[in-house]
């Protein structure tokens, strides 16, 4: 991470901090590592995008449904999803740091410094051919470019054979082969990679040891496979259909850093969506433009995106890829998009008994069917947005502000209500207001300070629109409505009012360009 990245995640992580947007877990016993609890402005903005997610899911398709199942699961769930034998890590230990990194991660960084080589190459021809830059051409031909990417292809091949394989010792064998150091000591001291089960578990009722073991649910998926038919049935759901849900997640993350990135507790979003077999990858393309159609609409800039594909397919997939998005310490996975096969609902028929299978009339046959899966982090999602809306800002005056430039629809509260002065009967004015908008929108009144001062306080907290109240307002019924990112006003009629914030605050703006 380069220096200045690193400075705005500190700044993001003291920023939410300071102005109710995320807290470190039970801070008064000094935390819980890996562990985030929402404030009173977080918490907000997190069921927002809860809203945007669900509606662009449940509401815009009429074949997609949501459930809300529990997060204890019977545990042969975990058997038959593979999570109790395969959901492992592979970790290693640097010796002298003592600082513990999953090793294919180490390796896939390594890779990724590579390419940036080549992109560094690729933006030095540009420069210099201009217009006459063949892109392909230089790729296909450049013997820099070209040695670089046989380097990557090689090293690609051994770490997916090792994965595959389960061959520890090779991976250890690639990290020492490669020379990679640990990023913070610079020591080459490691220690052999072990598997490690990200699972928590606990036990049911008064039953202890083995028998009444039950897992916190790792991911949100399992809950949808196991009432594929129930939603089918009940629903009278046929195929291509989707089931949609949003809940947490446990996983006993060894390495759990940078912020709500990797939590130990975080917040799913998934959708399963079941196709005939042998559509699975056109549904799979699809999804693939839907999910970042629906990430662009956000507006954080088209050029903080991006798919990674996967090379080392989960045993469950076909095909594979992330959306990755660049946060403050780089490109980095925010949601995941998996072609699943028939994996999940053939292996919950075997460990169950149970046919989870779809009758086709057109083909006059039962299939169990395929399946494509979007996952999306919440907390990440939360995050990407965060630390893309902080700005500083230095104005016209010269003074300085820092703005959280958070989307209207999403931001926390939308209108902050702020009297001239507290007096004059101004205060009324303000709670007429407040009182009108309550219904509608969540709004602040703020009568503490000077003007200033209060719009710098709802810039920090993000609060797209302000509504003051001056002597005019009493003659007239009109207030002046600030815009947060332009600080342009505008005078409005009150009786207008909650029409006009409606209507700049409406999701439906986010979700018009789906
Ligand atoms: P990673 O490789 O970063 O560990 P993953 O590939 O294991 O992620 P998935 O199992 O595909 O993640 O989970 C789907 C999504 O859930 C991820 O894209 C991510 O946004 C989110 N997620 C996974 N683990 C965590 C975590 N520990 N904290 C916060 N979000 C997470």
């Not at 500083?392 to 958070?406: H, P």
Request: hydrophobic share 35%.
């Amino acid at each position: 991470m380069s220096q200045s990245e690193d400075n705005l995640l500190k700044k993001v992580i003291a920023h939410a901090k300071e102005y109710g947007y995320v807290f470190p877990s039970s801070e008064i016993y000094d935390g819980l590592s890996a562990t985030y609890d929402y404030g009173q402005y977080g918490v907000e903005l997190k069921n927002h995008l809860k809203q945007y997610w669900w509606q662009a899911m449940v509401r815009m398709n009429e074949n997609i449904v949501g459930i809300d199942a529990a997060i204890f699961m019977h545990p042969t769930t975990w058997k038959a999803s593979g999570h109790v034998d395969a959901f492992n890590d592979p970790l290693i230990d640097n010796k002298d740091s003592k600082k513990r990194y999953r090793a294919d991660q180490l390796i896939e960084e390594y890779v990724s410094k590579i390419e940036n080589k080549i992109a560094k190459e690729e933006g030095k021809a540009a420069k210099r051919f201009g217009d006459a830059f063949d892109l392909d051409q230089f790729r296909g031909t450049n013997p820099r470019v070209l040695q670089y990417q046989s380097q990557i292809d090689s090293i690609n091949q051994k770490l997916k054979e090792s994965i595959e394989q389960g061959a520890l010792q090779d991976l250890k064998a690639l990290i020492e082969e490669l020379g990679i150091a640990d990023p913070v000591s610079g020591s080459r001291n490691w220690t052999d990679v072990r598997q490690f089960n990200l699972m928590f578990s606990t036990e049911l009722g008064s039953v202890a040891g083995e028998s009444g073991k039950i897992y916190l649910r790792p991911e949100t998926a399992q809950g949808i496979f196991v009432n594929f038919l129930n939603v089918q049935k009940t629903g009278r759901m046929r195929i291509p259909f989707g089931i949609a849900q949003i809940g947490k997640a446990f996983r006993n993350e060894i390495i759990a850093r940078q912020f709500i990135f990797r939590m130990r507790e975080f917040e799913q979003m998934e959708m399963q969506f079941f196709v005939k077999p042998g559509e699975e990858l056109d549904w799979y393309q699809e999804w693939k433009e839907k999910r970042m159609k629906w990430h662009q609409a956000l507006g954080l800039g088209s050029e903080n995106y991006r798919f990674h594909d996967h090379l080392n397919l989960a045993h469950y997939a076909n095909a594979a890829c992330d959306i990755e998005f660049k946060f403050p310490m780089g490109f980095k996975e925010l949601e995941g998009i998996h072609s699943r096969t028939d994996f999940d609902l053939k292996a919950h028929e075997q460990h169950s008994g149970k046919k989870l299978q779809f009758f086709d009339p057109s083909e006059d046959k039962s299939y169990v069917p395929y399946v494509i899966e979007t996952s999306i982090g919440l907390d990440r999602l939360f995050l990407a947005l965060l630390s893309k809306s902080y700005t500083e800002e230095t104005l016209e005056d010269g003074s300085e502000r820092t703005v959280l430039k958070i989307p209207a629809p999403l931001a926390p509260v939308k209108a902050a209500i702020l009297p001239l002065v507290n007096k004059d009967g101004l205060p009324e004015k303000a709670r007429q207001v407040f009182d009108q908008l309550k219904y509608h929108l969540l709004c602040q009144i703020d009568f503490k300070d000077a003007i200033g001062r209060r719009y710098r306080r709802q810039d920090a907290i993000g609060t797209p629109f302000g509504i003051t109240i001056d002597h005019q307002t009493l003659e007239d019924d009109t207030v002046t409505l600030r815009d947060r990112d332009s600080m342009v006003q505008e005078r409005v009629q009150i009786t207008q009012l909650t029409s006009v914030l409606l209507e700049k605050c409406s999701l439906q703006q986010l979700l018009k360009q789906l």
